[in-house]
């Protein structure tokens, strides 16, 4: 039997290797965290979005549906949707013909009133529907 002329080296790896695989290791689970984080608060704003855009709707069926006439000016309040407070402010316009009236609803945010989450517009007619 030959014996071995040199001696035979140990599988593995490194300290310093596993350190490196490690530091890698640890930037990518903090870029997937901040990712996972950003999408979090993405799906709340968008939620928000949502319900704003219901308020403005509703808000606009409903003048509709009771065939308002309501004078020019600003009207404000609050509705409660889903859970959420939120505030709306209605501006109400005359326009060019004068059987119709503009009515452009924002909606906003309680801590935000500078910031409309949602825009939307519609017209009032003088005249009910039959």
């Known amino acids: ?25 640890a930037i990518a ?11 979090t608060n993405h799906a709340e704003a968008l939620r928000e979005r949502l319900l704003a855009d219901w308020v403005a709707q509703n808000r606009l069926a409903l003048h509709a549906a009771r065939g308002d006439w309501i004078a020019t000016g600003m009207q404000n309040g609050e509705e409660t949707q889903a859970g959420m407070r939120l505030l709306w402010r209605e501006e109400i316009n005359d326009t060019p013909n ?16 500078q910031h409309a989450l949602r825009k939307l517009s519609g017209f ?6 039959k």
Do not use: Y
Not at 29 to 39: E, F, K, S, T, Y
Not at 124 to 129: E, G, I
């Open 98 to 113: 004068p059987a119709f009236r503009r009515i452009d609803v924002s909606v906003f945010a309680p801590d935000d009133e």
């Open 1 to 25: 039997m030959q014996k071995p002329t040199r001696t035979r080296r140990q599988r593995g790896f490194t300290l310093l290797e596993i350190l490196v695989a490690l530091a890698i290791l």
């Open 124 to 129: 009032l007619t003088s005249q009910r529907r």
């Open 29 to 39: 689970l903090a870029a997937i965290l901040r990712a996972a984080g950003a999408q």
